[in-house]
């Protein structure tokens, strides 16, 4: 059973609008929770992250909202662009002397149509 | 990441067959890992090892093992290959007081 289960699987959205991915936890001794953002052919790629003293952190266009109380985390990407297109996997980690120990969410493909 | 180098980057081989998967990685970093990514799954941890001395099972260890010949290599074999392992493999490096993981970019092995 997979400890961050995320949602969708697949997302196609059209250029400028707005993709959404949601993920849950159960477990609540994960203190992180980073996206990582993978191209075809290529190794995932930390995105942006957050911890969870905080509700909302922005870089540029990729926004990660975080509600503690009901252990959910969304990922919003704002004017999406076809190069956006690429597979998203959100994660949740277990402090340092846990080894650094990342588990993921099950990835959404996302497509965005020019 | 081209400072985490995988090898080989494809590999099609037979049911029972032995197999090693190599990672080596140039960012100095003390902790490494192997994972195996499958459609729907996400990534799934193998085997991490924290130093040179220090190797530790993940999620799913069953049917592989692992050898840290050195701080920058890690590899990855499969005794006897069965289809169900069949997947996407993944090692990945970090520093010691943890911070974000490091991927290489893959070896997608088929076993037939």
């Known amino acids: 059973q997979q400890q961050v289960k995320q949602s969708p699987q697949s997302l196609i959205v059209q250029k400028g609008g707005i993709s959404i991915i949601n993920c849950a936890y159960e477990?609540?001794?994960?203190?992180?929770f980073p996206w990582y953002q993978q191209f075809p052919g290529k190794g995932p790629a930390l995105l942006i992250a957050i911890r969870p003293d905080v509700s909302e952190k922005k870089e540029g266009r990729f926004t990660i909202s975080f509600n503690k109380s009901a252990k959910q985390f969304s990922l919003h990407i704002m004017d999406s662009q076809p190069g956006d297109s690429a597979t998203y996997f959100c994660a949740a980690f277990r402090g340092y002397n846990a080894g650094n120990m990342l588990t993921f969410g099950g990835g959404t493909r996302l497509m965005v149509k020019p | 990441d081209a400072d985490v180098t995988q090898t080989p980057r494809n590999r099609i081989t037979k049911t029972g067959k032995r197999i090693m998967l190599e990672c080596s990685q140039t960012k100095g970093h003390d902790r490494m890992y192997w994972y195996r990514q499958d459609p729907g799954l996400g990534l799934r941890l193998i085997y991490y090892s924290f130093d040179v001395k220090d190797i530790n099972k993940g999620e799913i260890s069953d049917g592989y093992s692992v050898s840290r010949q050195a701080q920058a290599k890690f590899s990855l074999s499969l005794e006897s290959a069965i289809p169900n392992q069949t997947a996407l493999y993944f090692c990945?490096?970090?520093?010691?007081?943890?911070?974000?993981?490091?991927f290489g970019d893959g070896t997608r092995l088929s076993i037939l």
């Open positions: 990945a490096t970090s520093g010691p007081k943890g911070g974000p993981q490091h």
């Open positions: 477990n609540t001794a994960f203190d992180y």
